[in-house]
């Protein structure tokens, strides 16, 4: 069974007013190939709202997860210039609806003996996980859909966030919705 | 075989068929200068690098063949970024070879390393940082067929010394014939879809008012011949952009010239007035469209392009066809003539496009002998005494758009100009690279005073390398085109437009640089100059004509007015 995915939970999030876009993109594995994309993007005015980078199970390849935003450009002028680049092997459109959207924050929090318990509380309903404990201070992680990602982070606020660093999202389309 | 890099660089485009070059040696690329001795490729030495570029540009204008620059690390790189740049706008096959510090130097800031591929990233189709010896021969074949398939355009291949150096162990490799591109994201679609293009023709067969708008993709898909049957057959007018001027006979009765800012009051109120624009290989430029909410409100658009991003970019087509300008033509010819062409009577459309030829043609006040040369009559004259088949290459500026107007294209591949880029001193290194490729055909490049002091030198390789080009400069001692935005936009507020009458002499340079020159001031003594050029045919020939300062370019679309606002000469102004 597929978890939620992105939209599902984000409500009046932004995702769900598919204003931002998931393209996933198979590229060459070879050097500046990164920096031809992100040279395109800031040419063309495309702006992106999160990159995210990796190789993929064939070494010939990577595979970005690239958000788009389409108040900046069409989404089919984006996808049209990118596959112009030589590099690009292949473009998947990923319709927010249809995705299963992934990221993950790391965070460290200000959280002294006496808010720990609360705070914890909060992230097991949440899902996450502590991966350390200082002496006034969490540092926690958390994957799930950017959407949660964000209503923890605003969570978040309340207990001073020190320090924080989120992934961008990875995305795969929805099991048996594909063509 | 075993062989050095530079060996195997030469053996690899001699393989491709490269059979000149143009380029000027330094440090990095030494390497590779050396086997060029031993080889039947013809090197050009250039003055300035950039000279290289528009050379192999104007080479591959006129003959369809990529031209191929080859120039060293640091500045010789730096200095093709304007002709790549201008290859880019304009589609252009080109290939460029690029000496890099060695490759472990790369990113120390080594003497004259700079970051080419980094930096020409923006202005090639895609360029390449060659690591190793063994890959010089598979990334050459990979930058021919880049460069020369699909939408064409300029492909960079940086080539770091270590891996061509003979004294370097890096630089052996074992050549094989056999290698194969390896380029899994690059396969361009050039096939119609047929559904597309039964939809295309429906729009055809219904439309009263088409108007075919063909671009520089006309001429890149060698579709000329195409074009002519599917004008023939359907009866439908043909404008040709600045950039396929020649695509389409300017004497052809279906002919309307050139549509734009500076083009002719039909070719521009026709495609207003359309309901259907049939764009082949054109790409709705700025310069076209005018203001864009006002361009041909009431056409519905058939657009054709081997560039699925030019689909939609600018203007949402009815039809787009992604396919390969020829393919797609002849498809058009075959459903239109196998299934009739509709029966719309377009007479009263015709009535209307010859009203307006026979009321705006275009014009300019003549003068007598004695008098100013008129600018627009050198081109007159020069189009009345050459043959057909000149080629013509120029400048950016008011000469250009008088060539453009002026002259009567009847062939393809005869107008060679910088269309997207504007590079002012694309004339003369252009029509030297025409040249080279066409030896047999005459080749004028009109230029403009200001183009003229930016490439000039290169006319020293022209009378060192034996290509005899014959340069029309039209000499109005400014920047004209820039002086009638400020005279007509900028209160006649004239800023930094001015250039010298008397400096330079330009009789006297063209001489010390080996050309014949001559000098005309009186419109008498125009056809004695240009008979005079014409029989040169061992030298360049450099006419200095002597032209009046205040003309202005007309029509003309005011930059970000609506092309139904158009300026006609001063003249046609009270029939408007
Ligand atoms: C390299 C470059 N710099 C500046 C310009 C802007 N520009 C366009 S036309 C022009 C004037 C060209 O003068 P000239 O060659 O004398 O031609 P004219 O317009 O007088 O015929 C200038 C400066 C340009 N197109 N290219
Ligand atoms: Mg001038």
Redesign the pocket.
């Known amino acids: 069974m597929n978890e939620q995915s992105g939209s599902g939970s984000a409500g009046q999030h932004r995702v769900a007013d598919y204003r931002y876009h998931t393209l996933v993109v198979t590229v060459e594995n070879k050097s500046g190939v990164l920096a031809r994309l992100s040279a395109l993007f800031s040419r063309r005015g495309f702006n992106i709202e999160s990159l995210a980078v990796a190789p993929t199970d064939d070494e010939r390849f990577s595979r970005v997860t690239v958000v788009v935003d389409l108040e900046s450009a069409p989404l089919e002028q984006i996808i049209k210039q990118l596959d112009k680049l030589v590099n690009v092997v292949n473009i998947r459109e990923l319709h927010p609806g249809h995705a299963v959207e992934r990221e993950l924050m790391i965070v460290t929090v200000s959280a002294g003996p006496d808010r720990r318990d609360e705070l914890v509380e909060q992230l097991d309903r949440a899902g996450g996980k502590v991966l350390s404990v200082g002496a006034d201070a969490m540092m926690l992680s958390l994957v799930g859909p950017p959407a949660r990602i964000d209503e923890f982070e605003e969570l978040l606020r309340q207990y001073g966030i020190i320090e924080l660093q989120r992934t961008g999202r990875v995305a795969l389309a929805n099991l048996d919705e594909d063509d | 075989m075993k062989m050095d890099g530079g060996q195997a660089l030469i053996r690899a485009l001699e393989l491709e068929g490269v059979d000149v070059l143009f380029g000027l040696p330094g440090g990095a690329i030494l390497p590779v200068y050396d086997p060029i001795i031993d080889s039947s490729i013809r090197h050009i030495l250039v003055r300035h690098e950039q000279g290289a570029g528009h050379m192999a540009e104007g080479y591959a204008h006129a003959t369809g063949r990529p031209g191929v620059v080859m120039v060293t690390s640091g500045p010789g790189a730096t200095n093709i970024v304007t002709p790549l740049c201008d290859a880019h706008l304009d589609s252009v096959p080109m290939v460029a070879i690029t000496g890099q510090v060695p490759f472990a130097a790369i990113g120390t800031d080594a003497f004259q390393e700079c970051d080419t591929t980094g930096i020409t990233q923006s202005v090639t189709k895609h360029n390449f940082l060659v690591a190793e010896a063994q890959d010089i021969p598979r990334t050459i074949k990979e930058a021919f067929h880049i460069a020369t398939t699909g939408r064409p355009g300029p492909v960079l291949v940086d080539i770091p010394k270590d891996i061509v150096d003979p004294d370097n162990p890096r630089s052996a490799l074992e050549w094989t014939d056999d290698v194969e591109i390896d380029l899994p994201g690059y396969s361009p679609q050039t096939d119609a879809d047929p559904v597309a293009i039964v939809a295309a023709a429906d729009l055809i067969r219904a439309a009263e008012r088409p108007v075919l708008y063909v671009g520089g993709g006309i001429l890149k898909a060698r579709a000329a011949e195409a074009l002519r049957q599917l004008a023939e057959l359907t009866g439908i007018h043909v404008v040709t952009t600045l950039m396929a001027r020649g695509a389409f006979p300017d004497s052809h009765e279906l002919c309307l010239g050139m549509p734009g800012m500076h083009g002719n009051f039909t070719a521009v109120t026709a495609m207003q007035e359309s309901d259907l624009l049939i764009a082949l290989g054109a790409r709705f430029d700025d310069r076209v469209t005018g203001r864009l909410d006002g361009f041909a409100q009431g056409a519905k658009i058939v657009h054709v392009d081997i560039d699925a991003a030019e689909l939609g970019k600018v203007r949402r087509p009815d039809v787009a066809i992604l396919s390969d300008c020829r393919v797609a033509i002849e498809a058009l010819v075959v459903e239109l003539a196998s299934n009739g062409i509709g029966g719309v009577n377009r007479g009263a459309w015709r009535s209307r496009v010859n009203g307006w030829q026979e009321n705006f043609p275009l014009s300019y006040e003549r003068t007598q002998g004695g008098d100013e040369i008129k600018p627009q009559m050198v081109i007159e004259k020069l189009r009345d005494s050459t043959p057909d088949d000149t080629i013509v290459a120029s400048?950016?500026?008011?000469?250009?758009m008088w060539a453009s107007q002026y002259w009567s294209f009847e062939h393809p591949y005869t107008w060679i100009n910088s269309g997207g880029l504007?590079?002012?001193?694309f004339s003369i290194p252009a029509a030297i690279g025409a040249k080279v490729g066409c030896p047999d055909k005459m080749v004028w490049a009109v230029?403009?005073?200001?183009?003229?002091q930016?490439t000039a030198q290169e006319l020293v390789t022209a009378t060192v390398e034996k290509i005899p080009i014959k340069v029309a400069l039209?000499n109005?001692s400014?920047?004209?085109?820039?002086r009638q935005w400020q005279e007509m936009f900028y209160g006649e507020r004239y800023s930094e437009v001015s250039?010298s009458k008397d400096v330079p002499d330009y009789k006297a340079w063209a001489e010390s640089m080996g050309c014949v020159a001559m000098r005309v001031d009186s419109p008498e003594e125009i056809d004695a100059a240009i008979t005079n050029a014409n029989e040169v045919d061992d030298r360049p020939v450099v006419i200095d004509f002597r032209v009046a300062a205040a003309e202005k370019v007309y029509p003309m679309v005011p930059s970000g007015a609506s092309n139904s606002d158009l300026l006609v000469s001063p003249s046609q102004q009270d029939q408007q």
Do not use: E
């Open positions: 400048g950016v500026g008011q000469h250009q504007g590079t002012m001193g230029d403009g005073d200001g183009c003229f930016m039209l109005n400014y920047l004209g085109m820039v250039l």
